[in-house]
């Protein structure tokens, strides 16, 4: 399981913090998924049912609506900046190459998605988790004093224990809201999941959304659960239920069949701008690059993939070499960084070791010279040829080779020659 930083614009141009979750396969289809009422992205509800949700092949963008978690700018806007920033999150997601066609809201996220289903011409499913049939359902938990609230005056309020600010507009604005006619012209496939004990938002609200919505339409029991789905077996559950829902109305990319990986594959995985997906025979990772440069910051970068086959290569061979000698090495430790080349100085690879053990001075310059012998480290230093060919289309693994005993035999190398200094 992998997630990434995705922060975006709302549309007042305040940042949103968002997390993108991804299963350690291919993302097949993408989506939005909107936290519950003053929560945040990292509610267990928002957390549990993403990752659940990417498990199964769909990627999902959880962010914190404005002026709650990490997000910039004032909340209390009401349910309208809630579907603009539902909006601001899909459209952000199909710029970085990752469309969504999934909406999924939970209590008053879902009455978000929705009223924001109609301003998204790619959105093909909305599921939507212990979700209000009216807006107004929120008011009966906030002080009623504030309806007597002065127009452009905010007042202290405590929502589920947490201080909030909130004034008459915010009253204003969930009263003008009209659910039913959204939920009626929604036009698109609708799952409504609901738990007959949710003493939060009744039972009765899923009736009234799921009569008001036309086919395609489903409803299913999230027997026992609570209304914030604290258990990891509810959300676990709604998620491989809205997963297996979404598969009949979702455009799922093609699942390619991957042959046996010799070498190392890299392919693009359609995620942002620099995003790969490297497969090698033993495990599978992303790649990218940092979000200052156009990236998701979703994994390391080549230069630090780089770094890291020397530090790797470093701390295998003193190993190897320390064994030989029976020495008490307990632990390498190898911190690699990189400095790119300008016209006057060529790359350059800081590295620095710390042998943990009861080694004395002699055996520890010993182990610093060794480390400057490992097979990565003269292969940056001395050169290496580079062969590129064309691969057929439809071979994508064709031809390339890569022998890991090759590695340890170069590393033995090394230590048998030091042996005789």
Same mark, same amino acid.
């Given at each position: 399981?992998?997630?990434?930083?995705?922060?975006? !614009?709302?549309?007042? &141009?305040?940042? $949103? #913090? %968002?997390?993108?979750?991804?299963?350690?396969?291919?993302?097949? +289809?993408? =989506?939005?998924?909107?936290?519950?009422?003053?929560?945040?992205?990292?509610?267990?509800?928002?957390?549990?049912?993403?990752?659940?949700?990417?498990?199964?092949?769909?990627?999902?963008?959880?962010?914190?609506?404005?002026?709650?978690?990490?997000? !910039?700018?004032?909340? &209390?806007?009401? $349910? #309208? %900046?809630?579907?603009?920033?539902?909006?601001?999150?899909?459209? +952000?997601? =199909?710029?970085?190459?990752?469309?969504?066609?999934?909406?999924?809201?939970?209590?008053?996220?879902?009455?978000?998605?929705?009223?924001?289903?109609?301003?998204?011409?790619?959105?093909?499913?909305?599921?939507?988790?212990?979700?209000?049939?009216?807006?107004?359902?929120?008011?009966?938990?906030?002080?009623?004093?504030?309806?007597?609230?002065?127009?452009?005056?905010?007042?202290?309020?405590?929502?589920?224990?947490?201080?909030?600010?909130?004034?008459?507009?915010?009253?204003?604005?969930?009263?003008?809201?009209?659910?039913?006619?959204?939920?009626?012209?929604?036009?698109?496939?609708?799952?409504?999941?609901?738990?007959?004990?949710?003493?939060?938002?009744?039972?009765?609200?899923?009736?009234?959304?799921?009569?008001?919505?036309?086919?395609?339409?489903?409803?299913?029991?999230?027997?026992?659960?609570?209304?914030?789905?604290?258990?990891?077996?509810?959300?676990?559950?709604?998620?491989?239920?809205?997963?297996?829902?979404?598969?009949?109305?979702?455009?799922?990319?093609?699942?390619?069949?991957?042959?046996?990986?010799?070498?190392?594959?890299?392919?693009?995985?359609?995620?942002?701008?620099?995003?790969?997906?490297?497969?090698?025979?033993?495990?599978?990772?992303?790649?990218?690059?940092?979000?200052?440069?156009?990236?998701?910051?979703?994994?390391?970068?080549?230069?630090?993939?780089?770094?890291?086959?020397?530090?790797?290569?470093?701390?295998?061979?003193?190993?190897?070499?320390?064994?030989?000698?029976?020495?008490?090495?307990?632990?390498?430790?190898?911190?690699?960084?990189?400095?790119?080349?300008?016209?006057?100085?060529?790359?350059?690879?800081?590295?620095?070791?710390?042998?943990?053990?009861?080694?004395?001075?002699?055996?520890?310059?010993?182990?610093?010279?060794?480390?400057?012998?490992?097979?990565?480290?003269?292969?940056?230093?001395?050169?290496?040829?580079?062969?590129?060919?064309?691969?057929?289309?439809?071979?994508?693994?064709?031809?390339?080779?890569?022998?890991?005993?090759?590695?340890?035999?170069?590393?033995?190398?090394?230590?048998?020659?030091?042996?005789?200094?």
């Amino acid at each position: 399981m992998t997630h990434s930083t995705f922060d975006f !614009e709302n549309s007042s &141009g305040r940042a $949103l #913090s %968002g997390v993108l979750e991804r299963g350690d396969g291919p993302v097949r +289809a993408w =989506a939005v998924f909107a936290h519950c009422f003053t929560c945040d992205k990292t509610s267990l509800a928002a957390t549990r049912v993403s990752r659940a949700l990417a498990a199964q092949g769909i990627g999902v963008l959880r962010f914190d609506f404005t002026g709650l978690g990490e997000s !910039e700018g004032e909340f &209390g806007k009401g $349910l #309208s %900046g809630d579907i603009q920033d539902v909006v601001c999150a899909a459209e +952000a997601m =199909a710029a970085a190459g990752m469309p969504p066609q999934l909406l999924v809201g939970h209590s008053f996220g879902g009455a978000a998605v929705l009223a924001a289903a109609g301003a998204l011409d790619g959105i093909k499913a909305v599921a939507v988790i212990g979700t209000p049939f009216d807006a107004e359902h929120v008011l009966t938990h906030i002080d009623p004093a504030l309806k007597d609230v002065p127009a452009g005056q905010r007042v202290p309020v405590e929502i589920g224990g947490r201080a909030f600010e909130l004034g008459a507009d915010f009253v204003r604005d969930i009263q003008g809201q009209n659910q039913k006619t959204r939920i009626e012209n929604l036009g698109r496939a609708l799952l409504v999941l609901h738990s007959p004990v949710d003493e939060i938002v009744s039972i009765d609200n899923a009736s009234g959304i799921f009569l008001a919505a036309r086919h395609p339409k489903s409803f299913v029991s999230l027997d026992h659960a609570n209304h914030l789905l604290t258990r990891k077996a509810d959300s676990d559950y709604a998620a491989s239920v809205v997963a297996a829902w979404a598969g009949r109305y979702l455009d799922f990319a093609a699942e390619v069949a991957e042959a046996p990986v010799q070498g190392v594959r890299v392919e693009e995985t359609g995620a942002g701008k620099f995003q790969v997906r490297v497969v090698t025979p033993s495990t599978t990772f992303l790649a990218d690059e940092p979000v200052s440069v156009g990236g998701l910051d979703s994994g390391p970068s080549p230069y630090e993939l780089l770094s890291a086959g020397l530090g790797a290569c470093t701390a295998m061979t003193c190993r190897l070499y320390a064994d030989r000698k029976k020495w008490p090495l307990e632990r390498v430790v190898v911190e690699v960084g990189h400095t790119a080349k300008t016209a006057s100085e060529r790359d350059r690879f800081m590295r620095k070791i710390a042998f943990q053990g009861g080694l004395d001075e002699a055996q520890h310059g010993r182990l610093l010279e060794i480390a400057d012998r490992c097979p990565v480290h003269r292969t940056l230093a001395e050169s290496a040829t580079i062969e590129t060919e064309r691969l057929p289309d439809d071979q994508p693994d064709a031809g390339v080779e890569t022998s890991p005993e090759d590695h340890v035999h170069r590393m033995q190398e090394v230590c048998e020659e030091a042996n005789g200094g």
